[in-house]
């Protein structure tokens, strides 16, 4: 067999494969923020989308963008595995890696986030049965309440 045929199986065994993570995952997608449902302990922002994506390597890549009531912006993002090894997380105000735990049951994670290698900021998710909501409480060290974040999956 050519090198050119052996190419084409090879791409055509990833393409087959792709559908089948996705599926497995329920965080992809994009994720609006219910405002109404989530409970802040300052002021909550005007807009809060996530998107999770696939990459070809096998990470996610989530993007997190936010409006604030003022009108400022910020865009956070990290590409991620589930097995706990820490990442970048860019433009995060708490942190500057990430990190990753599933353990089996594909609806819920955590993140743990670090910042010059000291825990700022975990968040436990659970995704509903149905797919259709996500809830994120977070949680600080030393911190006397949890925020709780309820997205809608769009």
Known sequence: MSRVAYLAVFLSTCLAAF?????SDPRLGTWVMNVERSHFIDAPP???VRTYTLTAQGSVQAVYDIEYLDGTRASMRYNATSDGKEQPFIGSRFGDTISIITSGDPRRFTKIVKKAGVVTLTEDGVISADGRTLTVTMKRPGGSQDVIEVFDKR
């Open 46 to 48: 005007k807009t809060y």
């Open 19 to 23: 559908p089948a993570l996705a599926q």
